[in-house]
């Protein structure tokens, strides 16, 4: 059974920094591409940020672009989103996501396999 499993949200202040990690299997990461997603109270899911399976196109949303970066460990089959210059509109509960396909492709109807997510309030 595929699982992805978010880690690390939590309460930061405006401004702060908060590490996200999604746990995946080495299947999951040789051959499907791994989106991050958001969904903030109210609002639709949305994308954040979309890897290539070999990690080495990332796209992000315009709203964290210079802001959030993905990054990824092998040895540990864990893809990580570093978020910096954290808002208030960053609080949202966030998802890893895969879809099969090696290209940094990631639509939000589309996913293949989802983690459960992990919430992040940005607040002071």
């Known amino acids: 059974q595929v699982q992805l499993v978010e880690s690390g949200g939590g309460l930061v202040q405006p401004g702060g920094s908060l590490r996200l990690s999604c746990a995946a299997s080495r299947f999951i990461l040789d051959y499907y591409a791994i989106g991050w997603f958001r969904q903030a109270p109210g609002k639709e899911r949305e994308g954040v940020s979309c890897s290539s399976s070999s990690g080495d196109r990332t796209t992000y949303a315009d709203s964290v672009k210079g802001r959030f970066t993905t990054s990824r460990d092998n040895a540990k089959n864990t893809v990580y989103l570093q978020m910096n210059s954290l808002k208030p509109e960053d609080t949202a509960v966030y998802y890893c996501?895969?879809?099969?396909?090696?290209?940094?492709?990631?639509?939000?109807?589309?996913?293949?396999?989802w983690g459960r997510g992990t919430l992040v309030t940005v607040s002071s």
């Open positions: 996501a895969a879809v099969r396909g090696a290209d940094n492709w990631c639509p939000l109807h589309a996913m293949d396999y």
